[in-house]
C-alpha cells in the first residue's frame, strides 16, 4: 500500500513562498512519477507539476518560472517549492503516484 502525506502549507502574502512536502511510502517500483495537483475553491482539480525517478520534470504553465518541483530519493520526499505566489495559487494542493493520493494540504495565497 503507497503512502503519501503533504506537508508545508499555510497562509501567505502574495508575492511569498512556501515549500511543501510529500513523503512517499510503501512504492515498490524503480521507475515512478510523482505529481502535484491544486483544487481551488469552487474548481476542478488541476495538474501542477510532476517529477519522475529520472528527474524529469514538467510544469502548468501558469506556474512556470515560480514552482519548482524536486525529489530526495534517499528520503522518498518530493518537493514543491512555490515562489512569488499569488492570490490564484490558493487551493488544496495533493500529491500523487498510481492512482495514490495524499490528503493535501492547504494553501491560502491573501493580503
Known amino acids: 500500500q503507497v503512502q503519501l502525506v503533504e506537508s508545508g502549507g499555510g497562509l501567505v502574502q502574495p508575492g511569498g513562498s512556501l515549500r511543501l512536502s510529500c513523503a512517499v511510502s510503501?512504492?515498490?517500483?524503480?521507475?515512478?512519477?510523482i505529481d502535484w495537483y491544486r483544487q481551488a475553491p469552487g474548481k476542478q482539480r488541476e495538474f501542477v507539476a510532476f517529477?519522475?525517478?529520472?528527474?524529469?520534470?514538467d510544469y502548468a504553465d501558469s506556474v512556470k518560472g515560480r514552482f519548482t518541483v524536486s525529489g530526495d530519493t534517499a528520503k522518498n520526499q518530493v518537493f514543491l517549492q512555490m515562489n512569488n505566489l499569488k492570490v490564484e495559487d490558493t487551493g488544496v494542493y495533493y500529491c500523487?503516484?498510481?492512482?495514490?493520493w495524499g490528503q493535501g494540504t492547504r494553501v491560502t495565497v491573501s493580503s
Open positions: 500523487m503516484t498510481g492512482r495514490y
Open positions: 517529477i519522475t525517478s529520472s528527474g524529469r520534470t
Open positions: 510503501g512504492r515498490t517500483e524503480s521507475s515512478y512519477a
